[in-house]
């Protein structure tokens, strides 16, 4: 069972465009958590959420943790080629050490 | 800088064989977690270890085996290799939970893609 679900899978746009990326659950996470991969590397944290309706901002990058704490969106303006990889939602739920739980993942492609 | 090594990138192995895949970390971390990366199914936990020799089952754990003998490294073994082992294989570790259930960073290793044939 699938506890958290990502969308889209893939995307491809042209660089200048914005883009959103959702992550949802029917579980409440007591904190969230945004990786980026890039081939042929492990993910690297890009931001920890914790607090119901939080948004944080990396540079163009926005995360938003919702008010009920079952979801979270990553939110790019203006993407770049630099910006394409595989990014990772993953939420720990209540009670669970330090165990995640990870999305299935979007691959995001940003064409020059 | 802190880092997570895997014992191989690349791993051709045949249906039947017993396989080790060595992770170390240099972090002085509790946690290791060793995972299976498919596509579009994301991360998927085997198994994970909160202290030397302590380990507990992910989501996945038919098939394979963890040993933990020193706190900065921890082994996946697969007794016998099956071809839907066929995947990359990540290990992470990192500190302990902290208060009021605010997870900290886990750091990956790099990857082994593992064949078998």
């Known amino acids: 069972t699938q506890l958290l679900e990502q969308s889209p899978q893939f995307l491809s746009i042209q660089e200048g465009e914005n883009l959103t990326v959702y992550c949802n659950s029917s579980s409440v996470f007591s904190s969230l958590q945004w990786y980026r991969q890039e081939p042929g590397e492990g993910p690297v944290l890009l931001v920890t959420v914790v607090t119901g309706g939080e948004v944080k901002k990396l540079k163009r990058l926005t995360f938003q943790f919702g008010d009920a704490r079952k979801d979270s969106s990553l939110h790019i303006t203006a993407a770049q080629p630099g910006d394409t990889g595989l990014y990772l939602c993953?939420?720990?739920?209540?009670?669970?050490?330090?165990?995640?739980?990870f999305g299935q993942g979007t691959e995001l492609s940003v064409k020059p | 800088d802190v880092k997570v090594t895997q014992s191989s990138r690349y791993l051709v192995k045949r249906t039947g064989e017993k396989v080790f895949l060595e992770c170390v970390q240099d972090?002085?971390?509790?946690?290791m977690f060793w995972y299976r990366q498919d596509p579009g199914l994301g991360l998927r936990l085997i198994y994970f270890?909160?202290?030397?020799?302590?380990?507990e089952k992910g989501d996945i754990p038919e098939g394979y085996s963890v040993s933990r003998e020193k706190k900065e490294r921890f082994s996946l073994i697969l007794e016998s290799a099956s071809t839907n082992q066929t995947s990359m294989y990540l290990c992470a570790s990192s500190p302990p939970a902290g208060l009021a259930g605010i997870i900290y960073e886990q750091y990956f290793g790099p990857g082994t893609r593992l064949t078998v044939t």
């Open positions: 270890s909160y202290d030397v020799k302590m380990k």
């Open positions: 972090m002085d971390h509790e946690n």
């Open positions: 993953a939420g720990r739920i209540y009670n669970q050490g330090g165990k995640l739980i």
